[in-house]
């Protein structure tokens, strides 16, 4: 038929079309929801520890970051290698020699010796490092009366 509309056909049925525009829609949706999820991993650097928790804290940015975990046990480690107390200063002297601004983050286990974890944030204030941080898990809100 001339002159017709391309939605139907010449018998009188309706033309199958694909819809486009929800087609993107659903897409774009997809890519946000991968996108969201992504950026809210967060890899440790370190060996698995409990960490302990705070009511405060930020997300941390691992670049240009050393990770030292204080295991339970009261071990070191350099980012997934453990490392004894002689090699741990040598790491942290090779880091800031490497890397005077980087950064050091200590992740201890909630039960790891005290001492431990504070024996590794003095070595690398005394080498030299001026960003040392301690790593927490943030609990949920707390409720004040």
Do not use: C
């Amino acid at each position: 038929m001339a002159g017709s509309s391309g939605g139907t056909t010449t018998d009188g049925r309706k033309k199958a079309r694909i819809e486009i525009i929800p087609l993107i829609d659903v897409i774009f949706f997809l890519l946000a929801t991968f996108v969201l999820f992504t950026l809210s991993l967060n890899t440790p650097q370190g060996v698995p520890v409990i960490l302990p928790q705070a009511e405060s804290g930020v997300a941390r940015d691992i670049q240009g970051t050393a990770t030292i975990s204080v295991t339970e046990g009261g071990t070191l480690a350099w980012d997934k290698d453990f490392v004894s107390l002689d090699e741990f200063l040598k790491r942290l002297q090779a880091y800031y020699i490497s890397n005077p601004e980087g950064r050091i983050l200590i992740n201890g286990d909630e039960n790891a010796p005290f001492n431990q974890a504070i024996y590794a944030f003095d070595q690398a204030r005394i080498v030299g490092f001026k960003k040392v941080f301690i790593e927490t898990q943030v609990r949920g809100p707390a409720r004040h009366q």
